[in-house]
């Protein structure tokens, strides 16, 4: 798992460390040191805490003037054990919703896992986006299923074309136009 780096094509366009409304604002990275763990497996010192021992993630691009994030994931999502989606909500979405973030791109290729518990952040997080919307995409088929068995598939747009999409093709302007138009078109049906 240590070689797993986060996505850096983009790194010329964005780095939430530089961008004074990130929560990783001004966090410093080494490239040699590897000090966070999911379970006893080392992970790339690239990838951010977000409190949580079993998930981490990188935001990958922001765009507060057409308010959306695009936000690569890592590790174990476990709700049930670790409470991981309080972390995710209090320490990186309302930070970012206050910064005018609306639309949120949920890359989750390396989400090995997901143990569901409670729907309440989830339901609130939705409710708190209003005009915007949460996209799942490129979750592993067994995590899509297991969010669609906890019901949270209703708060989250994801599997069909969201789990298919080579996303590293675009540019991070051109796959938020691709993801929104799906988002539509979902909502249009």
Known sequence: MHEIEPFYSWRHLYASEEDERSPFYNRKYSEFEFSHAVYNYYIHPQWDEI??????????????????????????????????????????????????????????????????????????????????????????????????????????????QFNTLEWRSFSPQKLYVRIESLVMKRLSI
């Open 51 to 160: 409190g949580s021992s079993t998930l981490y993630i990188k935001i990958l691009y922001a765009n507060y003037r057409d308010g959306y994030v695009i936000i690569e994931m890592m590790g174990e999502w476990n709700d049930c054990l670790h409470n991981d989606i309080m972390f995710l909500k209090r320490n990186i979405v309302e930070p970012l919703i206050e910064a005018g973030i609306n639309k949120f791109i949920l890359i989750g290729e390396n989400v090995m896992n997901f143990h569901s518990s409670e729907d309440d952040y989830y339901q609130e997080w939705f409710d708190e986006v209003e005009d915007g919307w949460i996209v799942a995409l490129n979750f592993r088929p067994h995590v899509v299923d297991e969010f669609a068995a906890a019901r949270i598939d209703y708060y989250l747009a994801l599997g069909g």
